[in-house]
């Protein structure tokens, strides 16, 4: 199983390499060819964009899922999907998830910390915006924690980081994307 | 919101893991690889390391020992001690740390904590306070600034700062308890997180440090037995604190 990290230039991408690779899959950069292509997310979202943009990732994530082949958006990674964030005074996103990100307004912001997911297990969350998407899957404190449309799945949470419960969420996305061949 | 966080704290001088009181006679509790995979691997929420030699010493953070520690651990990591630019944090989030910790640097020059949020988002951004009598100390609590602890709390956080760790340096190592008052203090007056620091002894000093305070640091309680953790976690529940079960 290879799995391709969409790099942009920002953030700890090593953690969801490493989380991978544990897993048994073979990581690198490839992201038109992988079997599953991943955009990791940290850092703000114009910056992201631009970053995508830059390396002609965007629209390699594009024909990935227009070609109904696997992409797994990882916190701003799941933003960056969505048609357009309110962050940075407004930006458009990739357009592979129908929604906007907007600003979290409840409680302590940045949300920081562990939450459940669905009633079950907690996964680790760490951000500012949040999306509203007609496409969400799970839920966590009435936040958008996953999200689905075609081959994309979009997750707030952070898996990778996510101890024994995320190494089981990525596992079961590598599962899926074996399923489909 | 989120459950409340324990975060065991790896305190690095010379590549290993100290702890003193008051900031002050230092001893060797252990290897930081070691420490922190069995934290990890016993289900702490998050991992702190601070690498309280760097600033005194003027060098950068132990990127090279932040890599090793990353690589065996599962959970978010906190990398702070010596950051003073936002090359520096770079290089730390590539070793593969999540967020960086600013604490002297930041006091100097307030505007980096603006420019490492607006580089890295405020989420990966952790402004580290030393109080002694509600005042900030800086480099590693061996200088006075005269500044007030919740003013400069404030100032940290419209600056972009994406949580506080607040040490007291007053109850740091000794067993007694967080300073709850300070604590209060800076969670008051800010809306961001705030991860108490500094007097953990017992199950009861940390239940009554997260009923103020999103998250608690804990170094002295736990190195000399990592299994602490999961006890504490037992007892905290006990006490009614909904923390996490790491199954």
Same mark, same amino acid.
């Given at each position: 199983?290879?799995?391709?990290?969409? &790099?942009?230039?920002?953030?700890?991408?090593?953690?969801?390499?490493?989380?991978?690779?544990?897993?048994?899959?073979?990581?690198?950069?490839?992201?038109?060819?992988?079997?599953?292509?991943?955009?990791?997310?940290?850092?703000?979202?114009?910056?992201?964009?631009?970053?995508?943009?830059?390396?002609?990732?965007?629209?390699?994530?594009?024909?990935?899922?227009?070609?109904?082949?696997?992409?797994?958006?990882?916190?701003?990674? @799941?933003?960056?999907?969505?048609?357009?964030?309110?962050?940075?005074?407004?930006?458009?996103?990739?357009?592979?998830?129908?929604?906007?990100?907007? %600003?979290?307004?409840?409680?302590?912001?940045?949300?920081?910390?562990?939450?459940?997911?669905?009633?079950?297990?907690?996964? *680790?969350?760490?951000?500012? *915006?949040?999306?509203? $998407?007609?496409?969400?899957?799970?839920?966590? &404190?009435?936040?958008?924690? &996953?999200?689905?449309?075609?081959?994309?799945?979009?997750?707030?949470?952070?898996?990778?980081?996510?101890?024994?419960?995320?190494?089981?969420?990525?596992?079961?996305?590598?599962?899926?994307?074996?399923?489909?061949? | 919101?989120?459950?409340?966080?324990?975060?065991?704290?790896?305190?690095?001088?010379?590549?290993?893991?100290?702890?003193?009181?008051?900031?002050?006679? @230092?001893?060797?509790?252990?290897?930081?690889? &070691?420490?922190?995979?069995? *934290?990890?691997?016993?289900?702490?929420?998050?991992?702190?390391?601070?690498?309280?030699?760097? $600033?005194?010493?003027?060098?950068?953070?132990?990127?090279?020992?932040?890599? %090793?520690?990353?690589?065996?651990?599962?959970?978010?990591?906190?990398?702070?001690?010596?950051?003073?630019?936002?090359?520096?944090?770079?290089?730390?989030?590539?070793?593969?740390?999540?967020?960086?910790?600013?604490?002297?640097?930041?006091?100097?020059?307030?505007?980096?904590?603006? +420019?490492?949020?607006? %580089?890295?988002?405020?989420?990966?951004?952790?402004?580290?306070?030393?109080?002694?009598?509600?005042?900030? +100390?800086?480099?590693?609590?061996?200088?006075?600034?005269?500044?007030?602890?919740?003013?400069?709390?404030?100032?940290?956080?419209?600056?972009?700062?994406?949580?506080?760790?607040? $040490? /007291?340096?007053?109850?740091?190592?000794?067993?007694?308890? *967080?300073?709850?008052?300070?604590?209060?203090?800076?969670?008051?007056?800010? $809306?961001?997180?705030?991860?108490?620091?500094?007097?953990?002894?017992?199950?009861?000093?940390?239940?009554?440090?997260?009923?103020?305070? +999103?998250?608690?640091?804990?170094? /002295?309680?736990?190195?000399?037995?990592?299994?602490?953790?999961?006890?504490?976690?037992?007892?905290?529940?006990?006490?009614?604190?909904?923390?996490?079960?790491?199954?």
């Amino acid at each position: 199983m290879r799995v391709a990290i969409a &790099e942009y230039g920002a953030g700890n991408v090593r953690s969801v390499a490493l989380a991978f690779a544990r897993l048994g899959a073979e990581v690198d950069g490839d992201v038109a060819g992988a079997d599953l292509a991943v955009l990791p997310g940290v850092g703000s979202a114009r910056a992201a964009m631009a970053g995508l943009r830059e390396r002609g990732l965007d629209e390699a994530l594009r024909e990935r899922v227009a070609e109904g082949r696997p992409v797994l958006g990882i916190c701003l990674g @799941l933003q960056l999907a969505l048609d357009e964030s309110d962050e940075d005074g407004g930006v458009e996103g990739l357009g592979l998830l129908p929604g906007r990100a907007v %600003r979290l307004r409840d409680g302590r912001v940045p949300r920081i910390g562990w939450a459940p997911v669905d009633e079950g297990d907690a996964f *680790y969350f760490a951000h500012s *915006y949040a999306a509203e $998407t007609p496409a969400a899957t799970a839920w966590s &404190e009435g936040i958008v924690a &996953e999200a689905r449309a075609g081959t994309f799945v979009g997750v707030q949470f952070h898996p990778e980081k996510s101890g024994a419960a995320g190494a089981r969420y990525l596992a079961g996305v590598l599962g899926s994307c074996l399923s489909r061949v | 919101m989120p459950l409340p966080r324990l975060i065991p704290c790896l305190d690095v001088a010379a590549g290993r893991v100290v702890k003193g009181v008051n900031f002050r006679g @230092l001893r060797d509790v252990g290897d930081p690889v &070691e420490l922190g995979a069995a *934290y990890s691997d016993r289900g702490a929420d998050e991992l702190v390391f601070l690498d309280v030699a760097a $600033t005194v010493e003027g060098r950068p953070t132990l990127v090279d020992l932040v890599r %090793r520690v990353a690589g065996r651990l599962a959970i978010p990591f906190t990398v702070g001690g010596g950051v003073r630019a936002v090359g520096d944090a770079e290089e730390l989030l590539a070793a593969g740390a999540d967020k960086v910790a600013v604490n002297s640097a930041a006091l100097a020059r307030p505007e980096l904590v603006t +420019q490492l949020a607006g %580089r890295l988002g405020s989420q990966a951004v952790v402004v580290a306070i030393d109080a002694t009598q509600g005042r900030v +100390q800086t480099r590693a609590g061996t200088t006075a600034t005269g500044r007030d602890a919740v003013e400069w709390a404030r100032e940290a956080e419209a600056r972009g700062a994406g949580e506080i760790l607040l $040490t /007291s340096i007053d109850a740091d190592g000794t067993r007694d308890g *967080y300073d709850l008052p300070l604590t209060r203090a800076v969670a008051d007056a800010v $809306t961001v997180p705030v991860i108490a620091s500094g007097g953990a002894g017992e199950a009861r000093h940390v239940a009554d440090a997260l009923e103020v305070a +999103q998250a608690a640091l804990l170094a /002295s309680i736990l190195h000399e037995n990592p299994d602490r953790l999961g006890s504490l976690r037992d007892e905290l529940r006990e006490l009614g604190v909904p923390v996490r079960d790491a199954a």
